[in-house]
């Protein structure tokens, strides 16, 4: 402070300070906001393809549980199987004879989602069911083998190297799957040997 004198009194004049924000620090603030709000983003972007990815693995892996459980109990109900165009494996169908005229069809289909396998209960006029089972881009197919003097039926999948892996070094095989029942028997467990 400094101090002025008069005659008749003293006046003090203070130093004048402004209460303010620079421009430069205006540009920092924005700067550094922007950088927040970028990251944010950017982890909010990978958080939600993470959670898509890990959604469809799980529809995934539901939908081969269900045809699994499905398919064990068709083969164990059914009193004889046989298998349809067993020349073409992507037309290749299974039947399974259940009593009286009611028989059910495993085959292929495709749409616009991807490949599934098509469950269908008939009898012999109609329809009577028909469930789809989304398994992506798999390979199928069925087969009817004599093993201990039973009769088995399996359903083999191979589904390609799941591509979400970063990493482009790591060679992922084929994943396989196969869903093996014996042919009128409940309860029956399949141990095969190993290919």
Known sequence: MKRLQSKHRNIYLKATTYHGVSLIEMLVMISLISVIFTVGVTMLAFLMRVEMQGTARIRSSMNLQRLSKQFREDVAAAR??????????KLQKLKLDLKDDIFIVYSAGENDNGKFIVREKNNSTQLISRNEYLISDSQFQFSIENINQRHIASLRLKFPPDGSHENNTIKVPLRKLDIDAAINQKYAYVIKAKE
Request: hydrophobic residues 30%; aromatic residues 0%.
């Open 80 to 89: 004889k199987a046989s298998i349809l165009s067993k020349e073409n494996p």
